[in-house]
C-alpha cells in the first residue's frame, strides 16, 4: 500500500478508470475536462491508493479557505472495496493537509460511510428529483 499525490498524473487512463466511478454518466471526454480543470485549480489537491501498480483508490480535496477542505471525489476500484481503502486516503488527507475541517456532499449510498468515520451529518434535502443529499462535517 502506498499513497502517492497524482495532481500531475490526472490524465492517467488508470486514474481515470477509478475517478469514474465517482462520476454521475461519465464519458472520456467528461472526465478529461474535468481533470483540466482539477489540474489549473492551485487549491485542488488529488491522491491515489495503489496496491502494487493497481490504483486502488482516489480522492480529490479543494481548500476552501486555510484549512478546510472538501472532499469533491473519493471513489475506490470495484475490486478493492470493503477493504478501508476510502477511509485510509480520508486519514492521509487528514494528516498531511492539517484539515482543521472536512467536508462532504454525498448521498444515501455513501453517507453511512461518512457517518461510520465520524463525519456529522446535516440532511440538506432532495437537492435533486428524488434524490436526497447530505452534507457530512469532520473537524479532527
Known sequence: MNIINIKENLHDERILAVISHSQY???KEKLNKLVD???LDSDIFAFARYEDDTVSGIIILKRIKNEDFEIISIAVSPNFRKQGIASSLISFALKNLKCAVLKA???DDAVGFY???GFN???LGEKYPGVVRYLCTLEP
Request: proline content about 7%; charged content about 40%.
Open 121 to 123: 451529518i446535516e440532511t
Open 37 to 39: 480543470e482539477y489540474e
Open 25 to 27: 454518466m461519465p464519458t
Open 105 to 107: 456532499e454525498t448521498d
Open 115 to 117: 457517518r461510520s468515520f
